[in-house]
């Protein structure tokens, strides 16, 4: 049984150190009026109680929630002195840390002591110095926000867990959250890197290593995730091609050999050519692959990229054969894996793939299908790629010219709003989202005990006060200069300002982005009229929900002409806060709060037994709502034996939703070779660990663990009520 220090630090529970806080404030009571003091038996009953209560949860308690339960014990056995001292004393010392909040928390987190900080981010290896001073960054950052940048009653909000301010150990610096590329400018047309004038490169090799190159430096002027397309780097083969072509005409003319006297066919020229040139496309997907997974950026690292693959990008059918060898080498050498450092292939977490589903690949008789196959295979060992249908993008992002447009998303899920440039075409890289705030709709659902009159009221105070902290967010950005970060407003990421010029004129008119997040819609729901969002009533209301939020993120974005979006918002650490602060003020509610984290987005609840085709279907409908970013997934058990499952999964993606994954699990155990899955367990102090079912080993640091926890794939543990979600989670296909 622990307990969580304000510093983030967990310690062992202590039934002492409750009786000996009782014992101190009542005998200040006994040295003014022995009849006021509670007796010895009070404070020892008191004591016991909030031990047994506490050791009961399945989570660790926080210094404050202790404190809060005695002041309610002493009240409850009638002993008011006592409790008055109690909360005076509280309150002296709450005055005292306020003088300097962060120090504690600095050190805590240097020691790697901070428990909430080591699991923060899944992708972020706490114990590394890198991450480290990023951390530290980011509490002066959080400490300047809390008390210069933000209101109280927004920081107030965000802390009580009624909305999430994202990121706000970035907020102080004018950063925005994420983009996508335009690697086609910058190879294209050259750019510049640490001062360094970088051109238009003349191999296919030398475009995927400046791109990683671009990829680091984007990563380190940003806090969000990034995405490129491969169809940028696609032209550069044929570079590649002429260029190895000369190559070989020249070799065989060293040794007598030409095709001018016939002593030397084309064809053959040609064969060694194109042999060369799939050479050069491995080395290539080499450099991106193991490039993106060990470089490490300075907020401590590997940079948050997705690469998108799209056979209706290419512009030519030349350029569409060489995108596709470059599709079939990515997904050949994820399927391969990565080694660890044990010498095991294991499943990288980066770089997020997504594969778009298309005419051309989509059933077994298309041009491309092989591709499809091989996705299929690679999904089910390694989790990724992800899938876009473009048949329901074209449906669902229509632009002002009433065509309908495929794209990626930036980072795991948030996407840009449809958007047409000065000249009628359609533009979506080099764009890029401000920032996300997001609401805790379970809290208002619990707010307003069943009562719908109560529960828009609330929903209208809550909508405003999202509103006022994405403005704040806005503001922060605006007046921003170019020369914060050169290669994304001076050298072609995003676009090509002069120095000194401000990017006012990309934060209005919907070339950017603002999102409105929410999150745990089933427990909101439910909490209204005992329904779930896969029985009619609560689907109903559910979309009603849904609806309403669109109609203010549209009032806002006529209002101030900025694209506000709604964002299903994947809660990684939150959904622990959340939950924990649900708990708090609401206590234990069946179905709503007795779980250690609440529902991303719109989902279906984890643990809901549904078959994979009905969630999907069900979730599109809600998916079609969530414009600024969302994703749909089923759980699967091992399905490497079985792709067919996985493509009849694929068709109907292609069919009823825009954009789903698969997941799967991908674990190996250092210590005896088990590549199985590896299981959560609970230990003697209740606490969710991991554990091989093969030799029993629980060192984290000896084993690598997968698991796609929001829409990307996370390598480095995470927090109690995420593990528990993970450990609950039911299989979607038998």
């Not at 202590?14 to 038996?41: G, L, M, P, Q, T």
């Not at 031990?51 to 009961?56: F, G, M, S, T, V």
């Not at 994820?334 to 997504?354: D, H, M, S, Y």
Request: proline content about 2%.
């Amino acid at each position: 049984m622990k307990v969580i220090k304000r510093n983030g630090v967990e310690v062992d529970f202590s039934r002492e150190k409750i009786y000996k806080a009782i014992k101190s404030a009542n005998e200040e009571v006994r040295s003014f009026d022995e009849k006021d003091a509670a007796s010895e038996a009070t404070i020892n009953t008191i004591a016991t109680r909030l031990y047994e209560r506490c050791r009961k949860r399945t989570r660790a308690t926080s210094v404050e929630e202790i404190q809060d339960m005695i002041e309610t014990e002493l009240m409850k056995e009638h002993a008011y002195e006592t409790a008055k001292r109690y909360i005076r004393y509280r309150y002296w010392r709450s005055q005292v840390r306020q003088r300097n909040t962060t120090d504690d928390q600095i050190l805590a987190l240097i020691e790697n002591d901070n428990e909430e900080v080591k699991q923060e981010n899944s992708n972020k290896n706490p114990t590394v110095v890198s991450v480290q001073r990023d951390y530290m960054a980011g509490e002066v950052s959080k400490d300047l926000t809390k008390r210069f940048l933000l209101p109280a009653d927004v920081m107030r909000a965000h802390e009580e867990g009624l909305i999430h301010f994202h990121d706000a150990d970035y907020f102080a610096q004018h950063m925005h959250n994420c983009d996508l590329i335009n690697l086609e400018d910058m190879l294209q047309n050259g750019t510049v890197i640490s001062g360094t004038m970088i051109e238009k490169p003349h191999s296919f090799s030398t475009a995927c290593n400046i791109a990683t190159q671009i990829i680091a430096q984007v990563a380190s002027s940003q806090y969000g995730g990034q995405s490129i397309s491969l169809t940028h780097l696609a032209p550069f083969v044929d570079v590649s091609r002429q260029k190895l072509k000369e190559d070989v005409i020249a070799e065989f003319e060293s040794i007598g050999l030409c095709v001018d006297d016939g002593s030397i066919e084309m064809s053959a020229i040609e064969a060694v050519t194109e042999r060369r040139v799939r050479e050069e496309i491995k080395r290539g997907v080499q450099t991106i692959q193991y490039q993106v997974v060990t470089l490490m950026t300075t907020n401590g690292q590997a940079p948050f990229i997705t690469v998108f693959m799209y056979l209706g990008e290419a512009k030519d059918e030349q350029t569409k054969k060489d995108l596709a060898l470059i599709i079939e080498e990515v997904l050949r050498q994820r399927w391969q894996g990565v080694k660890n450092e044990a010498g095991a292939w294991v499943t990288p977490a980066f770089p997020k793939l997504i594969y778009v589903l298309e005419e051309q690949n989509i059933h077994p008789d298309a041009e491309y299908y092989y591709l499809t196959k091989l996705s299929a295979m690679c999904t089910a060992k390694r989790m990724v790629p992800d899938y876009i249908s473009e048949k329901i993008m074209l449906q669902n992002k229509i632009d002002k010219n009433g065509n309908g447009n495929c794209y990626t998303c930036m980072g795991c899920r948030s996407f840009l709003t449809p958007y047409v440039d000065e000249n009628g075409q359609p533009k979506y890289y080099g764009r890029f989202n401000q920032g996300v705030v997001t609401v805790n709709l379970v809290d208002i659902g619990l707010s307003a005990k069943g009562d719908m009159r109560k529960f828009w009221e609330l929903f209208e105070e809550r909508m405003e006060l999202c509103h006022k902290a994405l403005q704040y967010r806005h503001e922060r950005l605006t007046g921003t200069k170019s020369d914060a970060a050169p290669i994304l407003w001076q050298y072609g990421a995003l676009t090509r300002l002069k120095k000194g010029e401000a990017i006012d004129k990309y934060l209005h008119g919907g070339y950017s982005t603002l999102s409105l997040g929410y999150a745990g819609l089933w427990e909101c729901v439910y909490a209204l009229n005992g329904k779930k969002l896969t029985e009619p009533e609560g689907e109903a209301l559910g979309l009603t929900i849904m609806k309403k939020l669109n109609e203010y993120t549209a009032k806002w974005k006529k209002a101030e002409n900025i694209d506000y979006s709604l964002y299903g918002t994947p809660l990684e650490s939150t959904t622990y806060k959340f939950a924990k602060c649900l708990q708090k003020r609401f206590g234990t509610v069946k179905g709503v709060t007795d779980k250690n984290y609440i529902t991303n987005s719109y989902h279906v609840h984890v643990t809901e037994p549904i078959d994979a085709f009905e969630k999907l279907a069900l979730e599109a409908k809600f998916q079609a709502l969530s414009p600024g970013g969302a994703i749909s997934y089923v759980e699967v058990p091992n399905m490497q034996d079985n792709i067919e499952a996985v493509l009849e999964i694929m068709h109907f993606i292609y069919d009823h939703i825009m954009y789903a994954e698969l997941n799967t699990k991908s674990d190996f155990c250092q210590e005896c070779g088990y590549d199985g899955e590896i299981q959560i367990v609970e230990n003697e102090d209740k606490k969710l660990i991991w554990q091989c079912p093969n030799c029993g080993n629980t060192d984290q640091t000896k084993m690598n663990v997968a698991r796609r926890t929001c829409g990307y794939i996370g390598s480095q543990y995470w927090n109690q009520g995420r593990t528990q979600e993970i450990r609950e989670r039911v299989t979607h296909v038998d």
